[in-house]
């Protein structure tokens, strides 16, 4: 790529006002070209793979696919195009995920727009951009569950039925109670509501 083409982006963030403020700050950046701003995750991955652009630049929470669901997405499609989580969870264990999905990048939303622009500079150029206090506590916070505890958990606190998280994973009904109950342990909580709070709260889910 020659110095004079700029870094291509696209962005997913499902809040309108976010949206549009990091669209625009980010316009204002002449080596920054946004291609696309998207309301959720799934027009996000539709956006990277009808432009294959440099950098996707998402939130986490979002309608349709999560930010981490995109970055994984990216990974296993096998594309070039780098991931740079933008958002306002603060959690450890919500990093310690997005870099097992391959992200470069994450940062904070209260963080100054030149920060942000450098960052993206610098992960389009191959290097990381971690909050450096969340990178410490990343590594101080071990995330207990595995990653079939973590499904059938989400599920649960989210309201499914046992005989519905079974049909939809493919999984005895035993089984699923199996899977819940460790997860309950692992938190050391009093029921499957209380597992769930407990591992939204540090980013487990």
């Known amino acids: 790529m020659s110095a004079r083409e700029p870094i291509r982006i696209v962005l ?19 080596d920054l070209q946004v291609l696309e701003a998207c309301a959720d995750g799934g027009a996000g991955w539709r956006a990277v793979q009808a ?5 996707l630049v998402t939130d986490i929470e979002m309608p ?11 990974r296993a499609a096998g594309l070039a195009t ?6 306002t969870f603060a959690r450890a264990g919500y990093l310690r995920r997005a870099l097992d999905a391959g992200v470069r990048g994450y ?12 960052a993206l500079r610098q992960v ?17 916070e071990v995330d207990p ?10 599920l649960a606190g989210e309201g499914s039925k046992s005989a519905d998280i079974a049909e ?28 769930y709070r407990l591992a939204r709260q540090r980013g487990w889910l």
């Not at 109670?177 to 029921?191: C, D, F, H, P, V």
Request: proline share 4%; no cysteine.
């Open 168 to 195: 939809q994973l493919g999984l005895s009904q035993g089984t699923v109670r199996n899977y819940l109950s460790e997860a309950i342990g692992k938190l050391g909580a009093e029921n499957r509501i209380e597992a």
């Open 64 to 74: 349709g696919l999560t930010g981490l669901e995109l970055a994984e997405k990216v």
């Open 107 to 118: 940062l904070l939303k209260d963080a100054p727009a030149e920060q942000l622009a450098e």
């Open 12 to 30: 997913a963030e499902d809040q309108a006002m976010v949206r549009g403020a990091l669209a625009a700050l980010l316009g204002l950046e002449p």
């Open 145 to 154: 569950l595995s990653e079939r505890e973590r499904q059938v958990l989400r």
């Open 124 to 140: 389009h150029r191959g290097g990381r951009a971690i909050d450096p206090q969340l990178a410490l506590a990343a590594w101080d």
């Open 82 to 87: 780098r991931v740079v989580i933008v958002t």
């Open 51 to 55: 432009h294959s652009p440099d950098l």
